[in-house]
């Protein structure tokens, strides 16, 4: 740093009379920045990268070890985090020595010129990652989906794309008004009051134990991992790949200072994990900036507050089965014929049917058998291998990852036995086409009717207007970080297991949620698929309450495999809301037009419940400052739905971005013929349950839920018509 600094001294030149003319720095000067730069990032990554790794090698794996690790951005995101670190850095040296020279608080990137700045971002990586793609040389763009979605917007190449940055509906709301998040300072006052700590508005607002955990009358456990799916298929907001920070080298594990990326979550002096475990805060690490956002973003034309990064394409196109980059996307494919297939596990079956391949990934967070059993003579196995990262996070979202891959490779099958002619590649992506719409009419069809209800519904997702390429379908921060997020209050506190008879299964019981975390080895070793997917189609969700919103399992048990400190999910909900700099829940409310109450007797309309608005507003001072993410899940349900106004407005706006800014939608015209169209319609959620498992009898609406004496057999649910596919040789 020292031998920097002398050398910026020494060739940085001045063309100024005041301090808010541009500064040229010599290429030299830059060059030696952004390699101090590199060497500090390469450091902290590689520290970090051995850190973790050993953890979990030796079973000594923290809850927030495996959230980070699950978390982490990997293959061409790791490219574009690294190299937005990379100019993160050499911004922050620069402007180091700048304000050394100029003996003031200054903005570097004022000062700095255009060109130096580009030079930077040219030398980093990051122009590589903002340079809009070109659509010339991609093959059969008009028929198939990339796996990034480059170039689904022919106007705006990058535009719902993988590995871009999400999208804001209203402006960030940082502490410094670029980057630091709400709350940052604990003393600092917004809205002339202080936030309360996010953990004591999870104690007080949202606790709820097990055994007070109240079940849906009207919906199955399937609407809640079925909410998981998609929001998979649509979200991953990467963390930073550092446990230490870049500026003192402090690890995040090790301390409760906020440095970056360490925004512990402080831990209330009244909580029991304080009195019993004498811990003071839960470890946090911020999400990843992406490159052109805080300190560099205007020179990309964007805005200069720091943006999250969505390493996922905006689109339902099944993603979480296929990959959202190249890269990823070939990996998953079973390469070693011509038939479009997709890899499966090569050393267990399920009764004879696929599973999904391991990983080989060299930190294993699925070596969990032993210590959730007490047994250390049962053999440990890799976690599972799909299209998104987090597909081993409980055995319900594996079920449904491991049902969707064998559908994939049963419409491959059934294509080539229908066009005998078409080579692998041709298979795949005319599976993967179908499977896209498949979820598409499924989601907006059946599933978004049981959150939003029919009134949101008949508003605003009824008749499909059309494709039009002036609507980004982007993802909203909003979405992803507060609004997507309501079925946490879903989840059940046991993964349910029922046998042929949809009873408890007396083999295999169903497990609390906490011993269902991160365990393949359940599927391998304890009876496969169909009880756990006869536990979501045959067991109520959990209703979320005023008076029971998050139980013990997800608030003091999340990612629990040892004595360590748990996470709770609650908090991370609404500490990721601050990290992200989400305005609070009265900005929120007048976006979507509704009222914004300004006190007790306000918000006790709103929330219809006297004692909740008491209990908030002696937590926040002001209905402006609740977290947005708390304030929706707070709200009485909209008529027939399962979110409250607030919630429904947004996932409603989100999900109508969605469908009108997809050119590849499966019902714009000529994406598929009229006959496919039609055949599509009757896809069932149901059959494919029955296609690619032993269940022999299903509810034909299985997000509703019925006694099990009016399910379906399934060979009186009809298949799936392929005939439409079969196309004629000349």
Not at 140 to 162: D, H, P, Q, Y
Not at 311 to 320: C, K, P, R, V
Not at 560 to 571: G, Q, V
Request: charge should be positive; glycine fraction near 6%.
């Amino acid at each position: 740093m020292k031998g920097f600094l002398c050398l910026i001294g020494a060739l940085y030149l001045c063309s100024h009379s005041h301090v808010d003319a541009e500064t040229h720095l010599s290429r030299r000067a830059i060059e030696k920045a952004v390699e101090e730069a590199k060497a500090t990032v390469d450091s902290a990554y590689e520290y970090s990268r051995k850190q973790s790794i050993e953890r979990v090698r030796t079973n000594a794996a923290k809850p927030s070890d495996v959230l980070r690790l699950l978390k982490q951005p990997v293959g061409p995101t790791r490219l574009a985090v690294r190299a937005a670190d990379y100019m993160d850095n050499t911004i922050k040296l620069i402007k180091t020595s700048l304000v050394a020279r100029q003996k003031r608080s200054i903005n570097a990137t004022d000062l700095i010129s255009a060109e130096d700045l580009q030079l930077i971002s040219d030398l980093t990586g990051c122009s590589a990652h903002q340079r809009p793609a070109s659509c010339k040389t991609v093959s059969n763009l008009e028929r198939f989906r990339t796996a990034s979605s480059i170039c689904n917007n022919r106007k705006n190449s990058r535009r719902g794309s993988s590995n871009t940055p999400f999208t804001r509906w209203l402006p960030a709301e940082y502490q410094d008004e670029i980057s630091l998040p709400k709350g940052w300072d604990l003393k600092l006052k917004i809205n002339k009051q202080l936030l309360p700590l996010v953990r004591q508005v999870s104690n007080h607002i949202l606790s709820t134990k097990n055994s007070d955990v109240e079940s849906d009358p009207l919906y199955t456990h399937l609407v809640t991992i079925f909410g998981q799916w998609t929001d998979h298929d649509l979200t991953f907001t990467p963390h930073s790949p550092v446990i230490r920070s870049f500026s003192n080298g402090i690890d995040c594990d090790k301390t409760c200072e906020r440095t970056e990326p360490c925004f512990p979550i402080a831990i209330p002096t009244n909580d029991i994990r304080f009195v019993e475990h004498s811990e003071k805060c839960i470890p946090f690490f911020r999400s990843t900036a992406a490159c052109g956002s805080g300190q560099t973003g205007h020179m990309f034309g964007a805005s200069t507050v720091r943006q999250q990064m969505n390493t996922l394409t905006s689109f339902i196109d099944s993603g979480q089965v296929y990959g959202s980059d190249d890269t990823k996307a070939q990996f998953l494919r079973d390469l070693t014929n011509d038939k479009g297939l997709l890899r499966v596990n090569t050393a267990y079956t399920d009764n004879g049917r696929e599973l999904l391949p391991f990983t080989n990934m060299g930190a294993n967070m699925c070596a969990t058998r032993a210590r959730i059993t007490n047994d250390i003579s049962l053999k440990e196995v890799p976690c599972f291998l799909a299209g998104d990262e987090r597909s081993n996070e409980n055995i319900g979202l594996s079920s449904l990852h491991t049902l969707f891959m064998r559908e994939h490779n049963r419409l491959a099958r059934a294509l080539a036995k229908l066009n005998p002619h078409w080579n692998g590649e041709r298979l795949y992506q005319e599976a993967r086409k179908i499977m896209g719409a498949y979820f598409q009419v499924i989601t907006y069809r059946d599933y978004l009717f049981h959150i939003v209800g029919p009134d949101v519904i008949a508003k605003q997702l009824s008749t499909y207007p059309g494709y039009d390429e002036d609507v980004d379908p982007s993802i909203s921060n909003v979405f992803a970080t507060a609004a997507y997020r309501f079925a946490h209050l879903m989840v059940q506190p046991f993964m349910f297991r029922l046998n042929e008879t949809y009873e408890e299964h007396p083999e295999y019981p169903s497990p609390l949620l906490h011993k269902a975390f991160f365990t393949p080895w359940r599927i391998l070793f304890e009876g496969g698929l169909d009880p756990i997917l006869r536990g979501l189609v045959g067991r109520r969700a959990k209703l979320n309450t005023q008076e029971h919103m998050m139980h013990d399992e997800l608030r003091e048990r999340l990612f629990e495999f040892s004595k360590e400190l748990a996470l709770d999910l609650a908090s991370l909900n609404m500490q990721r809301g601050r990290d992200h700099g989400l305005p609070g829940y009265n900005e929120w409310r007048k976006f979507c037009g509704l009222s914004q109450p300004k006190n007790e007797r306000q918000l006790k309309r709103v929330l219809n419940n006297k004692e909740l608005a008491k209990s908030l507003l002696k937590l926040y001072k002001t209905p402006s400052n609740i977290d947005v993410w708390v304030g929706g899940v707070a709200e009485p349900f909209v008529k027939g739905g399962r979110v409250g106004p607030l919630f429904a407005c947004l996932v409603a706006t989100q999900f109508q971005r969605i469908r009108q800014g997809d050119r590849l939608w499966w019902e714009n015209e000529g994406v598929f013929n009229e006959d496919q169209r039609e055949s599509l319609k009757q896809t069932s959620l149901s059959r494919i349950i029955c296609d690619n498992t032993g269940i022999t009898k299903v509810p034909d609406k299985p997000f509703q839920f019925k006694s099990k004496d009016s399910y379906t057999e399934c060979e009186k649910i009809p298949a799936f018509d392929l005939s439409p596919w079969k196309e004629e040789i000349e």
